[in-house]
């Protein structure tokens, strides 16, 4: 069962522009949601993260914006730049008390691609 | 920032052969940790979450016996690949969260990628 629906599965945008990377999730209890990026070869790293209080949330660059009642959330990258050139995962977070506590739940991935 | 260090990096053997994957935080301790796989460009499939002293929790269709997971300290757990076959070439990748909240992040290693000839 497929819990969390990430768009689109590649995208390629020149320097300067706003990529924007869509999730949507079916499980309300959600409770956290996290965006991470990860280079190749490496580990997924932690960009920017929202809880479900607050409507957006800005870190530099990177900016999330999340719409509880649509249960969606998105990631803004401003004035790309080829160094951003990565895949983007959102995984929001469930706390399952009955089993699991605490697990992410990945999309399938986002390749980005930045044109100099 | 919080560092999570995952040894080897890479790793070849031959079929039939046992493998040993550690996971440590290296500035913080880590009640939890959790074991991911990766096929390539595909998402991280969660196999089992560990938590220190006790038996890891596996996830539905994760065989408990071909990967073993200790988590005997606070800053390490390890994944032994038992009798690995090619089939179980791929890119293992753990993470540890801070902390004991359960919304605390989740930090992850780089990674170890296990080729099997």
Redesign the interface.
């Known amino acids: 069962q497929q819990q969390v629906k990430q768009s689109p599965q590649s995208l390629i945008v020149q320097k300067g522009g706003i990529p924007i990377i869509n999730c949507a999730y079916e499980n309300t209890a959600f ?2 949601f ?1 965006w ?1 990026q990860q280079f190749p ?6 960009l920017i ?1 929202i809880r479900p209080d607050v409507s957006e949330k800005k870190e530099g660059r990177f900016t999330i914006s999340f719409n509880k009642s649509a249960k969606q959330f998105s990631l803004h990258i401003m004035d790309s730049q080829p160094g951003d050139s990565a895949t983007y ?1 959102c995984a929001p ?1 469930l ?1 399952d008390r009955g ?6 739940y ?4 986002t ?1 980005l691609t930045v044109w100099p | 920032g919080a560092v999570v260090s995952q040894h080897p990096s890479w790793v070849i053997c031959k079929s039939g052969t046992s493998v040993k994957i550690e996971c440590r935080s290296l500035d913080f301790q880590a009640t939890t940790m959790f074991w991911y796989r990766q096929f390539p460009k595909q998402s991280l499939m969660l196999m089992a979450t560990s938590n220190e002293g006790s038996k890891a929790t596996y996830e539905q269709g994760v065989e408990k016996d071909k990967f073993l997971i200790n988590h005997a300290s606070l800053t390490l757990s390890t994944l032994t690949v038992t009798s690995a076959h090619p089939e179980d070439s791929s890119f293992y990748i753990c993470s540890a969260r801070e902390g004991t909240g359960d919304n605390q992040p989740q930090h992850f290693g780089d990674g170890t990628r296990l080729s099997i000839l």
């Open positions: 409770d956290y996290p991470y070869g490496k580990g997924p790293a932690l993260a995962f977070l706390i089993s699991t506590l605490g697990r992410l990945f999309g399938r991935g390749q």
